[in-house]
Antibody
Framework: QVQVVQSGAEVKKPGSSVKVSCKTS????????ISWVRQAPGQGLEWMGR????????LYTHKFQDRVTITADKSTDTAYMELSSLTSDDTAIYYC????????????WGQGTLVTVSS | EIVLTQSPGTLSLSAGERATLSCRAS???????LAWYQQKPGQAPKLLIY???SRATGIPDRFRGSGSGTDFILTISSLEPEDFAVYYC?????????FGQGTKLEIK
């Protein structure tokens, strides 16, 4: 069974950046598809981008393309999502979601990381 | 980018009733790579259905996914108390994945 553990809650100032980590164990990290999904308070799920560690080329949705960087460290089975130029609209829970392959869907999720942007 | 529209926004039913949730895509979903997730308050989403109609590991058979192309349905045959939650569809056939806005299934 894949275990997924994310880094802890963050409080950030407007204009700063945040980097969230997602450590996996018990699966085949390199061949997995790792997505980042966020959920603003009381809102729905918003897909931000994804990476396949063995390919190393991330894909980002247009909304976040200029501000998000998704990376993966195969040596530690850890993925990262960095979001820059934060505003209060970026206050949300950020999830990493793992798909074992391209046709399965995301069957393992981290516990979520609350990022609060406040002056 | 494929836009997914879920309906209804809220569905009020009683335990034992049948629930039918809809997800319509703005263009054909490649490979019918359409998933359904359940989310309860304070929890991460849980995968129910992938590939439009395959149940994920451990998901009860009262959950059934159907559809193809642009129109997809999640049916819960007989609602249990633990099924009242928010349900999201997601397409992952395009290189950029997207979610629907969600359907809240509430107790009538």
């Amino acid at each position: 069974q894949v275990q997924v553990v994310q880094s802890g809650a963050e409080v950030k100032k407007p204009g700063s950046s945040v980097k969230v980590s997602c450590k996996t164990s018990g699966g085949t990290f390199s061949n997995s598809i790792i997505s980042w999904v966020r959920q603003a308070p009381g809102q729905g799920l918003e897909w931000m981008g994804r990476i396949v560690p063995i390919v190393e080329v991330p894909l980002y949705t247009h909304k976040f393309q200029d501000r998000v960087t998704i990376t993966a460290d195969k040596s530690t089975d850890t993925a990262y999502m960095e979001l820059s130029s934060l505003t209060s609209d970026d206050t949300a829970i950020y999830y990493c979601a793992i798909s074992r392959n391209s046709w399965y869907g995301s069957d393992n999720w981290g516990q979520g990381t609350l990022v609060t942007v406040s002056s | 980018e494929i836009v997914l529209t879920q309906s209804p926004g809220t569905l009020s039913l009683s335990a034992g009733e049948r629930a039918t949730l809809s997800c319509r895509a703005s263009q054909r979903v490649s490979g019918n790579y359409l998933a359904w997730y359940q989310q309860k308050p304070g929890q991460a989403p849980k995968l129910l259905i992938y590939g439009a109609s395959s149940r994920a590991t451990g998901i009860p058979d009262r959950f059934r996914g159907s559809g193809s192309g642009t129109d997809f349905i999640l049916t819960i045959s007989s609602l249990e108390p633990e099924d009242f939650a928010v349900y999201y569809c997601q397409q992952y056939g395009d290189s950029l994945y997207t979610f629907g806005q969600g359907t809240k299934l509430e107790i009538k």
